[in-house]
């Protein structure tokens, strides 16, 4: 059974760090992109962040220059640093692995279970 599960979210103050990771199990993602979504109440889920197989990173241009995406391959694990967090950051923040079209689109073949992102103003 394919599992991702993320971890690391929590509630910070504007301008502070969270990193958040994102573990996968019963498959090796080593070949497929990876990215971060997120979605806040209310809105569509929307795309982060993502990083392929052979490591070119791609942002929503709201988060570039604060977020990094990163994959240790051999711990099949996929990171997501955020720094400089803005209250508009709030979110929950979703792994997902294997896109079945673009990687911006939310149509990913694995997704994780949420993990909550708070950032007080």
């Known amino acids: 059974q394919v599992q991702l599960v993320e971890s690391g979210g929590g509630l910070v103050g504007t301008g502070g760090s969270l990193r958040l990771s994102c573990a996968a199990s019963?498959?090796?993602?080593?070949?497929?992109?990876m990215a971060w979504f997120r979605q806040a109440p209310g809105k569509e889920r929307e795309f982060v962040a993502a990083?392929?197989?052979?490591?070119?990173?791609y942002y929503e241009d709201s988060v570039k220059g604060r977020f990094t995406i990163s994959r240790d391959n051999a711990q099949n694990t996929l990171y997501l640093q955020m720094n400089s967090l803005k209250p508009g950051d709030t979110a929950v923040y979703y792994c997902?692995?294997?896109?079945?079209?673009?990687?911006?689109?939310?149509?990913?073949?694995?997704w994780g279970q949420g993990t909550q992102v708070t950032v007080s103003s």
């Open positions: 997902a692995a294997k896109p079945t079209i673009r990687y911006y689109m939310a149509q990913y073949d694995y």
């Open positions: 019963g498959h090796t993602f080593s070949g497929d992109t």
């Open positions: 990083v392929t197989w052979y490591g070119s990173s």
